[in-house]
Every structure is written in C-alpha cells, then in structure tokens.
C-alpha cells in the first residue's frame, strides 16, 4: 500500500478466491430497470438468466461464489426504489439518473460480469453503486452517467486535489479500468504489471 494511502477493510458477502475478471462475480451486480424496460424486455431477460442457471446446474463453474458452483441463487428484486423523488431539482443529486426513473432495482450475485452484460445489463443503463460488481466496464456512465460524473469530478479535483481519499471505481478512479487494482493505486507511476500473464493490467490514478 503506498504511503500516502490508506486501507479501510470490507467484506465481500459472497468471496470468492479469484482474481477480478469478466468469468468472476466479485461482489454483485445490479441494474435499475425503468416501467418501459419491465413491461418490454423483464420477461426475456429472466429466461435467458434461467437459461444460465440450468447450465450452470448441468456443469458447475468453480468461479461462483455459491458453494455449489451454479449461477442460480441470490437474485433479488426491489420494488422501494425512490432515487430523488423528493426534490423538486432532478439534477440535484449524485446518483445515476436511472435511479430516479426506476420501477425496480435486480441484484443478481451469481452472475458474471460477462452474463452481466449479456443480461440485466440490457435492462437499462445504470446500476447501483453500492451494489456492484467488482469488476464493471464503463462504470463512470453506469454508476452516474457522464454528464453528471464530470460535475462529481470536478468536485473531487477542487477539493482532493491530490486524490487522498480514494476506492475502487469512486469519483476521481481511472475510467479506463474495469478490473482495478485491490491494494489501491501506485505512488511510482512507472510501475507495470505483466498484462499477459494476468489478462489485464492494473492501471494508474491519474489525478
């Protein structure tokens, strides 16, 4: 960890002992699926993730983190979802626009990012922050959409200059990086990791 850096520990509620990837979970992911979506694509997205579960039964997947190696449990569907109803600003807030449009909020744990993406993901355009995969790809316009990452930005700049307080894919993170770094980022900028041998390189903060 470098000096200047800072670890606060937290638990996974369903580790697994991989390395961040595409075929991992890391976490959960989630997506925040409007009236429109529900009533046009919820029905087909719940049978291909069916579908993913069956095979998931016929040949178990050792990057789960269900016990048993399947991609069928821990899917959860919430229906309390306000976002920022309450203000009469929408933009007004730090979270993603589709939390203010959302009829509900899918949490599927046991998916990979990958599956993901080729599922609840086409739901809609952002997920919760604080219910996520480790690993996500375009995660500043999934987690806030663009516009409104780039205000957060320049708050964080105005403010941390020097990016003290930072976590993975937070406000001021590297927004090419899907998988990150979980010791944090390097004070040696120069610093690489061998890209081949793992798949991916960790990258840089570059604030």
Not at 99 to 125: C, D, H, V
Request: hydrophobic content about 30%.
């Amino acid at each position: 960890m470098p000096a200047d850096k800072f670890q606060i520990p937290a638990i996974n509620p369903l580790p697994a002992p991989h390395e961040p990837s595409d075929a991992a979970t890391g976490s959960q992911n989630s997506v925040f699926v409007s009236r429109e979506a529900m009533e046009k694509r919820f029905a087909s997205t719940m049978m291909d993730v069916l579908d993913i579960c069956v095979e998931s039964l016929k040949t178990p997947d050792n990057t789960s983190p269900a016990p048993n190696g399947t991609r069928c449990g821990f899917h959860y569907l919430y229906t309390s979802v306000t976002g920022n109803l309450g203000s009469v600003q929408p933009d007004d807030t730090a979270i993603a626009p589709g939390f203010r449009k959302a009829l509900m909020l899918w949490n599927a744990r046991t998916l990979s990012t990958k599956q993901s993406e080729e599922t609840i993901y086409k739901l809609g355009p952002n997920s919760y922050f604080s219910e996520s995969s480790y690993v996500m790809h375009k995660w500043t316009d999934r987690y806030w959409g663009q516009k409104r990452y780039e205000q957060l930005l320049a708050v964080k700049k105005a403010h941390d200059p020097g990016n003290l307080f930072w976590c993975h894919h937070c406000v001021g993170d590297n927004p090419d990086d899907a998988y990150g770094d979980p010791l944090g980022v390097y004070a040696d900028s120069d610093k690489k990791l061998d890209s081949d041998k793992k798949g991916y390189a960790y990258k840089h903060d570059e604030l």
